[in-house]
C-alpha cells in the first residue's frame, strides 16, 4: 500500500464558509436562524471547534448555494490528514498492516 499525502495543511470546511460568509456581508446570527441553528453551534463550525455534518453541509448548502458535497469533501480531507499527523494511531497501523502481511 503506498502512503498518501496531500503535502498542505487541511482546511476545514469551516474557514471556507467564514470566509464566504463575511465577504457576502451576512450576520452569523442571520445564518444561525435562517438554517434554524444556535448561533453556538454555527460560530463553533466557522471556527473548526465542530465538524461538519452531511445535515449541517446541506443547510449550509440550501442558504449560501455551497454544493453540500463539496463541503463534505473538505471535511474528510480535513479528517483524514488529522488522522495521518496521529503519530500513535500511525504506530497501531503500522502494527496490523505487519500482522495482516502474514496472513
Same mark, same amino acid.
Not at 2 to 16: D, L, M, N
Not at 32 to 48: E, R, T, V
Given at each position: 500500500m ?15 464558509l467564514?470566509?464566504e460568509i463575511? *465577504?457576502r456581508g ?5 445564518i =444561525? +436562524?435562517?438554517?434554524?441553528?444556535? *448561533?453556538? $453551534? ?7 471547534r465542530?465538524?461538519? !455534518? +452531511? !445535515? ?5 448548502? +440550501?442558504?449560501?448555494?455551497?454544493? +453540500? ?18 503519530k ?5 497501523? =503500522?502494527?496490523i498492516?505487519?500482522?495482516?502481511s $502474514?496472513?
Open positions: 503506498r502512503k498518501t499525502e496531500y503535502g498542505f495543511s487541511p482546511t476545514h470546511p469551516g474557514e471556507v467564514k470566509d463575511e *465577504y451576512i450576520t452569523q446570527g442571520k =444561525a +436562524a435562517q438554517m434554524g441553528m444556535s *448561533y453556538k $453551534m454555527l460560530n463553533d463550525i466557522l471556527n473548526c465542530r465538524p461538519l !455534518t +452531511a !445535515t449541517t453541509a446541506m443547510l449550509f448548502e +440550501a442558504v449560501l448555494d455551497i454544493p +453540500a458535497d463539496s463541503l463534505m469533501n473538505l471535511q474528510l480531507k480535513y479528517n483524514m490528514q488529522i488522522v495521518r499527523k496521529d500513535k494511531f500511525a504506530e497501531r497501523l =503500522a502494527q498492516r505487519k500482522t495482516a $502474514m496472513l
